[in-house]
């Protein structure tokens, strides 16, 4: 009589089977449409505990063993001054879908609170990223994977609408301007964060969302981002196809329809732009 299969094998199986099209093909798309990773590449994989990078940890793993392309990972996980319960969580977590994870101490979580007042997420993040980049390249690897997704992307493309008076995208695929010859890819561009819910849900697994103190307290601390979200939730329960829509635009500009554009931090006005001022 065969084993029954362990959780991280049936997680794995789902990625490859009923999850395929969701999620495994898209990733797979994404690597290829934007050059995300190329023979040779070493990666780091940059898991924060989150449903998000965990899936990006799994989805690695399969397309070493089943891609075409030939590359090697690592996969690391910075604690920013998690509590114990959280980071005994994590662990766990990475344990049960044998995801050999590489975690580095910091302080990130207490400097970023305390040199950047009521507003710490932007100094948080950009603190993370740097001890992540250095922590990586440490290692050898020439790429560090994020789990930003489709949803991502979206959000914050509608975001700098709304808030910023400016439309910006998220690259799949940028080089680092302090660290030589590194790149931060996001390989679950194409990937909708409701089909990572449903991975998430169908293999019974649970993971830790941000774990701040400033997110301790969610209607204190009751996003833009957040706001947007549910934003999106509502006009996806009248149109399904909303959140593709977007992402399309996104690679679908008219720029001759458009009074501007910044390009390399120099702004053009179209009328001056096609006049050649």
């Known amino acids: 009589m065969p084993r029954p299969l362990e959780k991280y094998q049936l997680a794995e199986r789902s990625i490859i089977t009923e999850f395929r099209k969701k999620i495994y093909s898209r990733f797979a798309e994404a690597v290829k449409r934007y050059a995300l990773i190329e023979d040779g590449d070493r990666i780091a994989v940059c898991v924060s505990g989150g449903k998000d990078s965990f899936l990006l940890a799994k989805l690695v793993q399969e397309y ?14 910075m604690d920013p001054g998690y509590s114990e319960e959280v980071l005994s969580k994590v662990t766990q977590t990475a344990e049960t879908l044998n995801v050999p994870l590489k975690i580095f101490p910091s302080d990130v979580f207490a400097v970023a609170d305390e040199i950047a007042g009521e507003s710490p997420c932007y100094m948080c993040a950009r603190m993370r990223r740097g001890f992540l980049y250095g922590r990586a390249k440490e290692l050898g690897c020439n790429k560090i994977a994020l789990g930003h997704h489709k949803t991502d992307v979206v959000v914050t493309s509608l975001m700098s609408m709304l808030y910023g008076g400016q439309l910006q995208g998220m690259l799949p695929k940028l080089r680092s301007n302090n660290f030589e010859g590194m790149q931060l890819i996001r390989p679950l561009y194409c990937v909708s964060e409701d089909d990572i819910a449903e991975w998430a849900c169908v293999n019974g697994l649970s993971f830790i969302n941000c774990a701040c103190k400033k997110t301790e307290n969610r209607a204190e601390n009751y996003s833009a981002r957040e706001e ?9 329960s009248r149109n399904p196809d909303a959140e593709d829509s977007v992402f399309a635009a996104l690679h679908n500009v008219k720029l001759d329809t458009l009074v501007g554009f910044e390009y390399d931090g120099k702004q053009y006005f179209m009328q001056k732009f096609r006049d050649g001022r």
């Open 228 to 236: 947007v979200k549910n934003i999106l939730a509502r006009v996806k």
């Open 64 to 77: 070493a063993r089943h891609g075409d392309i030939r590359f090697s990972a690592e996969y690391i996980c």
